[in-house]
């Protein structure tokens, strides 16, 4: 099945630690997204590629940092320096040649922490 | 800067009722217009899509959106509730061009239906 797929599903961290969370795609699609979800706010932009090897910051990168090595992964680490990471991280992906803007959604990572 | 405004949180319906979700957004020209639904503790998924062309579209799960552009709006509607259409639905812009495929989301509106 072709899908988004993100890990781990529920990620628990103490304070001062840095955090990777994974997300891979097997869509063949050129661009993906990370994006923050708090209750009540919708969802905020981190950050996005749309080729490998580059990336650029959204509109609540402070505290994020992402790399783009292969076409099918796009790894996101929260650092010690982002002041409140709680949240619940959706990954996205898009087809250039599919409908524009069209996304499509992982499933989720958890973050909680401690 | 382009914004989407879903003006109610919060929507309870009983079963079997109609539905209709609002969502405005601010724009200069027509922008791309999503619908999309989570359940609580998942992904986004894709309900429906505007482009261009016919202005009323159909999604999957018997959704449906019309695009009004006087009124700068991008309603769902279900004329028949089900149980399991609780969830929240977020409405997005996207601007196409060189936005770089990025969107804007609404804050969301939380669906509960009665039986």
């Known amino acids: 099945d072709g899908g988004i797929t993100q890990s781990p599903k529920y990620l628990f961290r103490k304070e001062g630690q840095n955090v990777t969370l994974s997300c891979e795609q097997n869509?063949?699609?050129?661009?993906m997204y990370w994006y923050r979800q708090d209750p009540g706010q919708g969802l905020r932009l981190i950050y996005y590629?749309?080729?490998?090897?580059?990336?650029q910051k959204g509109d609540i990168a402070e505290g994020y940092s992402v790399s783009r090595e292969k076409k099918e992964s796009f790894p996101l680490t929260v650092t010690s320096a982002q002041k409140n990471p709680t949240a619940f991280y959706l990954c996205?992906?898009?087809?250039?040649?599919?409908?524009?803007?069209?996304?499509?959604f992982g499933p989720g990572t958890r973050l909680t922490v401690l | 800067a382009q914004s989407v405004t879903q003006p109610d949180i919060h929507i309870t319906v009983s079963e079997g009722a109609s539905l209709e979700l609002r969502c405005n957004y601010s724009?200069?020209?027509?922008?791309?217009l999503f619908w999309y639904v989570q359940s609580p503790g998942q992904g986004l998924q894709l309900l429906l899509k505007?482009?261009?062309?016919?202005?009323l579209v159909q999604g999957i799960k018997g959704f449906e959106a019309e695009f009004k552009r006087s009124q700068s709006s991008f309603n769902l509607r279900k004329p028949s509730v089900h149980w399991s259409d609780a969830a929240e639905y977020f409405c997005?812009?996207?601007?196409?061009?060189?936005?770089?495929?990025?969107?804007?989301f609404g804050q969301g509106t939380i669906l509960t239906v009665h039986p």
């Open positions: 505007y482009f261009s062309g016919d202005t």
């Open positions: 997005a812009v996207g601007l196409g061009g060189t936005s770089y495929g990025k969107l804007t």
């Open positions: 996205a992906s898009r087809a250039h040649n599919e409908g524009a803007d069209t996304q499509y």
């Open positions: 590629s749309q080729i490998v090897n580059d990336f």
């Open positions: 869509l063949n699609h050129d661009a």
């Open positions: 724009y200069g020209a027509t922008p791309y």
